[in-house]
Nanobody
Framework: QVQLVESGGGLVQAGGSLRLSCAAS????????MAWYRQAPGKQRELAAA???????NYADSVKGRFTISRDNAKNTVYLQMNSLKPEDTGVYYC?????????WGQGTQVTVSS
């Protein structure tokens, strides 16, 4: 069974930074995509950033230039460095792992950006 555990959320002022981490455990196929999604109150969950096991990245337009996704394959961990945070970045951030077998979600971590 694959488990994803997120950490690093919290409350920060606009313009500040946070770093999220997501550690995956269990039987994980080596070729995979790890991603961060976010869901603001009353809105649909949306992709923020994704990274393949080969290191290719993809970002939502709203976070380009401010967020950086990275991963440590040896630790099955993905990170999201979030800089220049804005109040509209507020929401629950979810980690996702996708393999050819299935996709898995973490429990989410709250990020709140105050103005």
């Amino acid at each position: 069974q694959v488990q994803l555990v997120e950490s690093g959320g919290g409350l920060v002022q606009a313009g500040g930074s946070l770093r999220l981490s997501c550690a995956a455990s269990g039987s994980i196929f080596s070729v995979n995509v790890m991603a961060w999604y976010r869901q603001a109150p009353g809105k649909q969950r949306e992709l923020a950033a994704a990274i393949t096991s080969a290191g290719s990245t993809n970002y939502a337009d709203s976070v380009k230039g401010r967020f950086t996704i990275s991963r440590d394959n040896a630790k099955n961990t993905v990170y999201l460095q979030m800089n220049s945070l804005k109040p509209e970045d507020t929401g629950v951030y979810y980690c996702q792992l996708t393999t050819i077998q299935s996709n898995y979600w973490g429990q989410g971590t709250q990020v709140t950006v105050s103005s």
